[in-house]
């Protein structure tokens, strides 16, 4: 953290040092990119910090400040802040990351395969159906043959679970 007692070998000024670059770059990134404002403001928090008068990077530590040291609270609301503001960013980027992959699976997913039996069973509705419609349900036209006897015959081995009249 900067906030560091320093004297100046630029203007030979000697007090609390400040953050290196400039919060204003912290909000524009951030508005952009949160992360790299995230790294650029632990960045500005690195070192030794600039003179707090002419911000100058040319400081060497002193401890012969006359003033109280300056509080941090505001610098731990902003590293909170972009704390939070990167968290949100990284758990959105994970999720839309998660869709994505998801989607990419689905769309190279196989059609689901339907068993032997499934078709059967599918052919056997149809068939139903197509009887009933045909009002040959239960027995056929030719007053024997059990509409269920004939589907069940036509459907055995169905390849599609369509009901193919004979
Ligand atoms: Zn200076």
């Not at 802040?81 to 999720?95: D, E, N, P, S, T």
Request: glycine share 10%; charged share 20%.
């Amino acid at each position: 953290m900067a906030n560091k007692c320093v004297s100046c070998n630029n203007c030979g000024h000697t007090g609390w040092s400040e953050n290196r670059g400039n919060f204003l770059i912290t909000i524009v990134l951030a508005i952009f990119f949160v992360v790299p404002a995230i790294i650029y403001e632990i960045w500005r928090r690195t070192g030794l910090g600039v003179c707090e008068s002419c911000g100058s990077d040319l400081v060497v530590p002193s401890n012969s400040c006359a003033t109280n040291k300056p509080s941090d609270v505001g610098d731990l609301i902003i590293l909170g802040v972009l704390g939070v503001a990167g968290g949100i960013v990284v758990v959105a980027i994970y999720a839309l990351a998660g869709s994505a992959i998801n989607a990419y699976k689905n769309r190279n997913a196989p059609e689901p395969q339907l068993s032997q039996r499934d078709l059967e069973g599918n052919c056997l509705r149809s068939g139903m159906s197509y009887y009933h419609k045909q009002g040959e349900y239960p027995i056929l036209k030719d007053g024997k043959t059990l509409a269920l006897d004939q589907i069940q015959k036509d459907c055995k081995g169905s390849k599609d679970g369509k009901y193919k009249a004979p």
